[in-house]
């Protein structure tokens, strides 16, 4: 397996299937993030762990194993009966809603999640990933003294500094989840109302290789 190269960190204000979306054996990050979707590619690590709300759980770790651009995820069929993807292509080329759409049903996301063209429509997908939604603890920190300091600094809007220690501590456990869970899937999503909004701004850092 090669190398991890960047590692994003982030905190979730959502978790309710929408983004990340586990489903058969696939997790795609197709909504909300813009910056994380634009800038991670194949070989990356992600970290999303829970905010406030959700208690600064570990929500889930992925390593990228596919990447989509040019809104190809919303009109390739092997992904049309995948949850998230609540985006169509309208008669003139642009981007609509999907009548049927199960996230962000009370307001208007188009532009951020995916551009009005599908020009921000890029797409994380990942077949080596570890989620545990609901099931997400804080154990982490007993072990990862760095990662916990690093998800407590995490303020709303902005980056912080990383220790010497951080990356290696974050690769470490990835390994001790990858170890300890042999399923992908761990749990289900922490909340059950579809409408929440995951758009909402979350802070984030990048990990350079």
Known sequence: MPAIQNI???????????????HRGLL??????PMIRRCASVGDLVFGFGGRALRERLIYAAVITGK?????????????????????????GRAMRRPDARFHTTSDELEHDV????????????????YFGKNGTTEY???????????RGLGRGHRVGFSPGVRTELLALKD???????EMKNGVPTQQDRSRRCNTE????VIPA
């Open 8 to 22: 994003y960190v982030y905190k979730m204000t959502t978790d309710n299937g929408g983004a990340p979306c586990v």
């Open 115 to 130: 551009g009005l063209g599908f020009e921000r429509a890029q797409v994380l997908l990942s077949m080596d990933f570890r």
């Open 202 to 205: 979350s802070s984030q850092a």
């Open 141 to 151: 920190a007993r072990a990862h003294a760095d990662v916990a300091a690093l998800i």
């Open 28 to 33: 795609s990050l197709s909504i909300c993030k």
């Open 68 to 92: 989509l651009v040019d809104g190809s995820y919303y009109w390739n069929r092997q992904f049309s009966r995948r949850p998230d993807r609540i985006y169509e292509r309208a008669h003139d």
């Open 176 to 182: 001790e989840l990858w170890n300890r869970f042999t």
